[in-house]
């Protein structure tokens, strides 16, 4: 029989009434994990976009406007023309050469044709192939590292989990600093990349150690703030970005090179901080038998499930990934702010306009995380975000549909609509989602698997989505809304079948829960409901193997009939924390159950709370 005493699932002593606070320090030391994490995540993702603009400022001549500034130009071959008062290229300046006329220009293959100025221009900044490769190197990357990414965190606890963050962090943000002063492309690829191996560990081992440590009455609230601090860290890199790039006078010496420079040692400084989190951040208290708790009664078996066994959560969490990512969250944030060009901003000022309502519209995932269930927010948003993208950023943009004020104006309300969609729910509940479509056992092995999904879908949509657009359109000479369009009404396909696929799931659980014949035959207070739920008996079934049962029932989605043959004494041992979390909170549920109205408690998702007071009633 478990002890009287009781325990939370962290393990440590408290009654019901030594709830601690949301800002209590025992909370902070588990949030500080996501604040860390989530900004050093976020700010490698914005990374990009700025520097790749503060490059394209360090090779294009035409934009000094003095002979002092012209002559330091970072790393183009600048010359000043006193004929003209402009700033040219030393071998050939396109411009000058052949103006607007196309033709000549397209046969040079010094210059390139830009449509929408309709003018002859030098090639600046990096090439289409090398922005693909900047941008792709930190995904293929995170894609490698999030493999094993799990299984590392548990077989070597998440102190030396974080401490190898920083450290590569830290050799990482070097190689920015190398390839901005030597203007070597490569080096800041490989920089990229090993970032990026790090990350695919961040993203799972920050919300596994919230997993494993927050109070229950935090967890998801806790649990979102990976997301909400990935956003803060793309607007602090685009704010920064603005504030360096906006301060550029070009009738002076720009010092590029310090800006970049500066621009890269807030990466240093952020892996800095994960150098410091690994080395006073204590152990989690979840423990594995892979690592060096192998000798301890209570630690968690990671093999004790097979992927075969988990094949359905698996599926689930294909489909979580695909909803995330095959909705186009990575188009939107491209397509967005060349719309807000168009309005005329410039584009430091646009990318910041975006990604300020991308951190602002997170906000609000922290106070609907404390009333609405994870799956509850998550479906809410694919189906708002899903509609958006078909009906806003999709069908009105097609040619021919709507005149042009009319489509920019309901593409930016789709566009709004979408990303306040996705930070609300679809991107603070995945991070959660990863961890609980699995048993505690199995996390780390299956959130690995879910997080290696997301980055392969987010790899396939940065590489394919200009690609298709243009190949859609025409060429690139072609009407790109037509390629726009079409993608967006792909997206918005995509994310109503995802859509119908989850809530198929969640009908199917409810349904399998509710086929279960036999009643309960302890704990009066369940005969007064006229429709009560009809539970398998548990007079036969050891506590703790109740709470087994539900916690596994509850977390795989699948029938009573499984579950019962798979239960064994071993598995309460395992799982001695859930047991004793039951306990735990048995005094404040009793009190909700009397509370609660009889339709209320004819609802499914009251299951877990009648198993855990005819647990307490068997004690």
């Not at 944030?333 to 910041?352: D, E, R, S």
């Not at 037509?482 to 918005?492: D, N, R, W």
Request: with cysteine.
């Amino acid at each position: 029989m478990p002890s009287k005493k009781q325990t939370d699932v962290s393990g440590g002593d408290r009654q019901p009434d030594e709830t601690p606070t949301f800002c209590s320090l025992e909370n902070l030391k588990v949030a500080q994990v996501q604040v860390v994490g989530g900004t050093l995540n976020g700010f490698s993702i914005g990374f990009v976009a700025v520097y790749a603009y503060f490059y394209l400022m360090s090779t294009d001549c035409s934009m000094y406007k003095k002979e002092v500034a012209c002559n330091r130009v970072l790393n183009a071959e600048c010359s000043w023309n006193g004929t003209r008062g402009e700033c040219g290229w030393n071998g050939f300046t396109c411009f000058w050469g052949h103006g607007k006329d196309k033709t000549p220009c397209l046969d040079d293959s010094r210059c390139k044709w830009v449509y929408s100025d309709e003018e002859c221009k030098n090639p600046t900044g990096y090439s289409s192939s090398y922005n693909g490769i900047f941008a792709g190197a930190m995904i293929v990357g995170a894609m490698i590292g999030s493999i094993y990414a799990g299984q590392f965190a548990a077989r070597f606890g998440h102190k030396v989990s974080f401490l190898i963050v920083g450290i590569v962090g830290v050799v990482s943000s070097v190689m920015y600093h190398v390839s901005s002063a030597t203007n070597e492309f490569w080096v800041l690829c490989v920089g990229r990349l090993l970032i990026g191996v790090v990350l695919g560990l961040v993203n799972v081992a920050c919300p596994m150690y919230v997993d494993q440590n927050a109070h229950p009455k935090f967890l998801h609230v806790d649990g979102v703030l990976f997301q909400v601090f990935t956003t803060f860290g793309i607007m602090f890199a685009a704010a920064m970005g603005l504030a360096i790039g906006q301060s550029v006078n070009f009738d002076k010496d720009t010092k590029m090179d310090a800006r970049m420079q500066g621009y890269c040692a807030f990466s240093t400084l952020l892996s800095v901080l994960m150098v410091a989190l690994g080395i006073f951040l204590g152990e989690s208290k979840t423990k594995f038998t892979s690592g060096k708790h192998e000798d301890d009664g209570t630690a968690l078996d990671p093999n004790e499930y097979s992927y075969l066994q988990m094949l359905g959560p698996l599926a689930m969490g294909l489909v979580t990934s695909g909803t995330l990512q095959l909705t186009g969250i990575n188009a939107v944030m491209n397509y967005a702010p060349k719309i807000m060009g168009n309005l005329g901003m410039v584009p430091l000022v646009g990318n910041f306009v975006v990604m300020a309502w991308n951190f602002v519209t997170t906000l609000v995932s922290i106070p609907l995380a404390r009333v609405l269930t994870m799956r509850q927010l998550f479906l809410g948003a694919s189906l708002v975000a899903s509609v958006s993208c078909l009906l806003l950023c999709g069908v009105p943009v097609y040619p021919g549909v709507a005149d042009k004020n009319v489509k920019n104006g309901v593409a930016i309300t789709g566009i709004a609509i979408f990303i306040a969609a996705f930070e609300i729910g679809l991107g603070p509940c995945f991070f959660v989602l990863a961890q609980e479509l699995f048993p505690r056992s199995f996390r780390p092995r299956g959130s690995s698997f879910v997080l290696l999904t997301n980055f392969i879908f987010n790899v396939i949509i940065n590489v394919c989505y200009p690609i298709a657009t243009e190949g859609i359109s025409g060429g690139p000479s072609g009407n790109q809304d037509k390629g726009q369009a079409v993608a967006f009404i792909f997206f918005g396909c995509i994310g109503l079948v995802c859509f119908v696929l989850q809530v198929f799931s969640c009908t199917r659980g409810r349904r399998a829960l509710l086929r279960t014949t036999e009643t309960p035959t302890k704990s009066p207070r369940f005969q007064n409901s006229s429709r009560r739920l009809r539970l398998p008996p548990l007079a036969t079934v050891k506590p703790r193997e109740c709470v087994v049962w539900h916690r596994v029932r509850r977390e795989t989605n699948i029938s009573y009939g499984k579950i019962k043959r798979k239960t064994r004494v071993q598995d309460c041992v395992a799982a001695d924390d859930t047991a004793k979390t039951a306990l735990s909170i048995a005094g404040v549920v009793r009190w909700g159950w009397r509370a609660a109205p009889d339709r209320a408690k004819r609802h499914p998702a009251f299951f877990w709370l009648r198993a855990t007071l005819l647990l307490s009633d068997s004690n």
